[in-house]
């Protein structure tokens, strides 16, 4: 598996001094555990330690400081179940509480690698499956009127404009996570094949496709746009922002709201809208369902097939508009 690009110092996966440490020092190793031996996104770190954080204190209980010694032995699973139950009990939906047994599992199990608990109390943590709610999607005409009025407003060369017309057009046309998108460098571009290089979850390493629209928006972005927006302390980023840093994810955020907002009748959507809309669409014109999950970077089938879902959503309400005998 290639090493992420852009990793930092290897956190060692070893329990040290870990005898006697309290929950701030098993956070810190956990955190680094999860940056860069999982090489997890900066969200999942934040949201697996905020898990692991409120699991620790219901360890602690009121009387224990976050410096002094926590025994991760103590921690079973009968008291697993009761953090679930005490995380229940506030309102928490069980999207939440599956996301937390995830991490108490994942935490559990390094604590019992590394020599910081004697067993995997979280091994047989079963946790409520999620529901899975269909994701709002463009439909295919809204996805054209986007992308042709980001194509109008770039027409006038304003560098900007060229920009968030090619992060309109490589998002819909590969599928990529935004994360993925404003990570990607100039070099992970091949021209000749017309795709790209990107690092995703996990620091998998995968190869999307592109078409002739995004082509040509990527030519105009790097012959007109990036030029106008490099300095010289520049990264080697596809794309810019407008001071010459790689671009954040929440301008990207905010492009791809203001495009959706324009466009009468369409959804408010963020980029991993965009995202289930190509996904969605590629089905819909008959691309198998493997296919769909390299493109998308997704381990597991079971998370592609979410979208066939979508379309048997879409077939039905054809069906039952069109049908003489619905």
């Known amino acids: 598996?290639?090493?992420?690009?852009?990793?930092?110092?290897?956190?060692?996966?070893?329990?040290?001094?870990?005898?006697?440490?309290?929950?701030?020092?098993?956070?810190?190793?956990?955190?680094?555990?999860?940056?860069?031996?999982?090489?997890?996104?900066?969200?999942?770190?934040?949201?697996?330690?905020?898990?692991?954080?409120?699991?620790?204190?219901?360890?602690?209980?009121?009387?224990?400081?976050?410096?002094?010694?926590?025994?991760?032995?103590?921690?079973?699973?009968?008291?697993?179940?009761?953090?679930?139950?005490?995380?229940?009990?506030?309102?928490?939906?069980?999207?939440?509480?599956?996301?937390?047994?995830?991490?108490?599992?994942?935490?559990?199990?390094?604590?019992?690698?590394?020599?910081?608990?004697?067993?995997?109390?979280?091994?047989?943590?079963?946790?409520?499956?999620?529901?899975?709610?269909?994701?709002?999607?463009?439909?295919?005409?809204?996805?054209?009127?986007?992308?042709?009025?980001?194509?109008?407003?770039?027409?006038?060369?304003?560098?900007?404009?060229?920009?968030?017309?090619?992060l309109l057009e490589l998002l819909y046309a590969t599928g990529v996570r935004v994360a993925e998108l404003c990570g990607l460098d100039v070099d992970d571009v091949d021209d000749g094949r017309r795709t790209l290089r990107v690092l995703g979850k996990g620091g998998k390493e995968r190869t999307v496709v592109y078409g002739a629209p995004a082509a040509a928006a990527l030519d105009a972005w790097r012959r007109e746009g990036r030029p106008a927006l490099a300095v010289p302390t520049s990264p080697p980023a596809l794309l810019l922002g407008a001071r010459g840093g790689r671009l954040d994810q929440r301008i990207a955020r905010t492009v791809v709201h203001d495009a959706a907002g324009a466009v009468p009748g369409a959804p408010d959507i963020a980029p991993h809208g965009l995202r289930h809309s190509a996904a969605t669409h590629l089905l819909e014109g008959g691309a198998d369902l493997r296919s769909v999950q390299e493109l998308l970077g997704h381990a597991s089938p079971a998370t592609t097939q979410l979208y066939t879902h979508v379309s048997a959503e879409r077939l039905r309400a054809v069906h039952d508009t069109a049908h003489p005998r619905a």
């Open 1 to 166: 598996m290639p090493a992420p690009r852009h990793a930092g110092a290897p956190a060692g996966d070893v329990a040290g001094d870990a005898d006697g440490a309290g929950s701030a020092a098993h956070l810190a190793a956990f955190a680094a555990h999860l940056r860069y031996e999982r090489a997890l996104s900066p969200h999942t770190v934040r949201a697996y330690l905020g898990d692991v954080t409120s699991l620790l204190a219901h360890l602690r209980g009121p009387d224990l400081g976050e410096d002094e010694p926590l025994d991760l032995d103590a921690l079973d699973l009968a008291g697993l179940r009761a953090w679930l139950a005490a995380v229940r009990a506030r309102g928490a939906s069980r999207t939440t509480l599956a996301r937390r047994a995830a991490a108490a599992r994942t935490f559990t199990a390094w604590a019992a690698r590394t020599g910081r608990a004697a067993t995997d109390a979280g091994a047989r943590l079963a946790s409520p499956r999620a529901h899975r709610r269909l994701p709002e999607v463009l439909r295919a005409d809204q996805a054209a009127a986007a992308l042709q009025a980001a194509a109008s407003g770039a027409a006038e060369g304003d560098p900007v404009a060229l920009r968030d017309h090619l």
